[in-house]
Each structure stands twice: as structure tokens, then as C-alpha cells.
């Protein structure tokens, strides 16, 4: 399994629960989804071990999805991470780009 494991905006509200279940992962929240978080105030920082971290390029936007969300799976893709997401339109792009994905909770 991957040493990453990203988060998507979606999933952000069980980050408790993630971190206890992957506490053996670097887990990542993007730069665009900690944005987010942030307007909907949402600190993904109050815990520890969240790795913040950007896409390596210029984030574009895939299919339907927010900019969050598709920078969510660009850094899993470039970091060959686990994908944890809430959303089924998330899942189901992830799985088209051969996105290791999975369904939270």
C-alpha cells in the first residue's frame, strides 16, 4: 500500500478517524483543499502529522470536479497515493485515471 494518503475536501470531516486509521501514512491534504477547508472553517492543521502540499505544475481542472478536488488527485496520482474520498463523482474520476481509491466511511 502507499506511504500518502491524500484526502479530498469531502472527507475532511472524518480527519479523526482517518488519522487513527492510516497513522502508519503520511497523510496529505492539498493546497487547494486546505483553501478550502480554511472558508468553510475547517483547520485541517489542529492535527498532526497533515502534510500540506501542492501539485507539482499547474493544477487543471478534471471533468466536473472543483479545483480542490482535482488537485486532490493529481498529487495522489504524482505521489502514487491512496486516494480517500466521500464524493462519488471524486471516486469514480480517480478510478478512470487508475487512481487507488477509496470510499470514506
Do not use: C
Not at 483547520?43 to 470536479?65: G, T
Amino acid at each position: 500500500m502507499a506511504g500518502f494518503v491524500v484526502i479530498t475536501f469531502s472527507s475532511l470531516k472524518y480527519l479523526p478517524d482517518l488519522l487513527e486509521k492510516y497513522k502508519d501514512k503520511k497523510i496529505v491534504v492539498t493546497l487547494l483543499t486546505y483553501a478550502k477547508a480554511l472558508k468553510s472553517s475547517i483547520n485541517p492543521l489542529m492535527f498532526e502529522n497533515i502534510w500540506v502540499r501542492a501539485y507539482s505544475h499547474k493544477p487543471i481542472k478534471i471533468n466536473d470536479l472543483d479545483e480542490a478536488d482535482s488537485e486532490s488527485l493529481l498529487v495522489a496520482q504524482e505521489l502514487s497515493a491512496l486516494l480517500v474520498a466521500s464524493d462519488e463523482k471524486v471516486e469514480k474520476v480517480a478510478k478512470e485515471m487508475n487512481i487507488n481509491v477509496v470510499h470514506f466511511p
